[in-house]
């Protein structure tokens, strides 16, 4: 701010409810926080939110209050909430939306147009175990495909994955999505599709990738799901 004139007038704008950064540094919320800077906070949502329960609930959610359903059963919306015992129940929901209800109902691609957000990594429903169960059931191994096993994780042809690091030469960045195209198993060589430009990754480079049929909701952060 120091190189700017006097009288430049700046405005700053950006979510305080954001998930904290991975890094360091959250400069919006100490400056909301310093009390220091006038600060406006816009709360209701004009075009969107007659249609959109996404947007309704994600209010609701924000002032500690439970969502809310489709005002009856049956209804199209872009929310809907599935009420189960237990996680091993939960675990069974999630699969039968990604792979067959979705896909039928929107006519989906549940690879390309679905992705699944878990708020916490372990667990029946957690992201690890999902990505497992998906892609068995997504992209199971077929005579066809090739695998390399890095970790306890299998990388096979046409998994969907996510860098975890920022790799600043290759221009690819932490949560940046991609597909696999080609596993050389010889040479021990993963080929990844990242904005459609392709990229060899090493065996010793696999610890930069991860499944991403399903992710959790912190790495989402900034994806405009």
Not at 26 to 39: E, W
Not at 150 to 176: A, C, L, Q, S
Request: aromatic share 8%; with cysteine; charged share 20%.
């Amino acid at each position: 701010f120091s190189a700017l004139p006097s009288w430049t007038a700046i405005v700053l704008v950006g979510d305080v409810d954001q998930l904290p950064s991975v890094g360091p540094g959250q400069v919006l919320r100490d400056l909301i926080r310093s009390d220091v800077i006038p600060v406006i906070e816009l709360t209701e949502v004009f075009r969107q939110a007659q249609d959109s329960l996404i947007i309704t609930n994600s209010h609701l959610v924000n002032r500690g209050m439970m969502p809310v359903k489709p005002a009856q059963a049956g209804t199209e919306s872009d929310f809907y909430i599935w009420e189960v015992p237990d996680s091993e129940a939960a675990e069974t929901c999630v699969m039968d939306l990604i792979i067959n209800r979705i896909p039928q109902k929107f006519k989906f691609d549940p690879i390309e147009d679905v992705q699944v957000l878990c708020p916490r990594n372990n667990g029946s429903v957690g992201v690890n175990n999902l990505n497992q169960c998906l892609q068995e059931a997504l992209n199971p191994a077929t005579p066809s495909t090739s695998e390399l096993l890095k970790f306890g994780t299998k990388f096979r042809t046409h998994d969907k994955v996510m860098m975890i690091v920022n790799d600043y030469d290759r221009e690819i960045y932490n949560g940046d999505l991609g597909r696999i195209v080609n596993v050389d198993t010889n040479e021990e060589i993963v080929e990844v599709v990242f904005y459609n430009t392709n990229f060899k990754f090493a065996y010793d480079e696999l610890d930069c990738l991860t499944l991403a049929y399903a992710t959790s909701i912190h790495k989402s952060q900034g994806s405009e799901y």
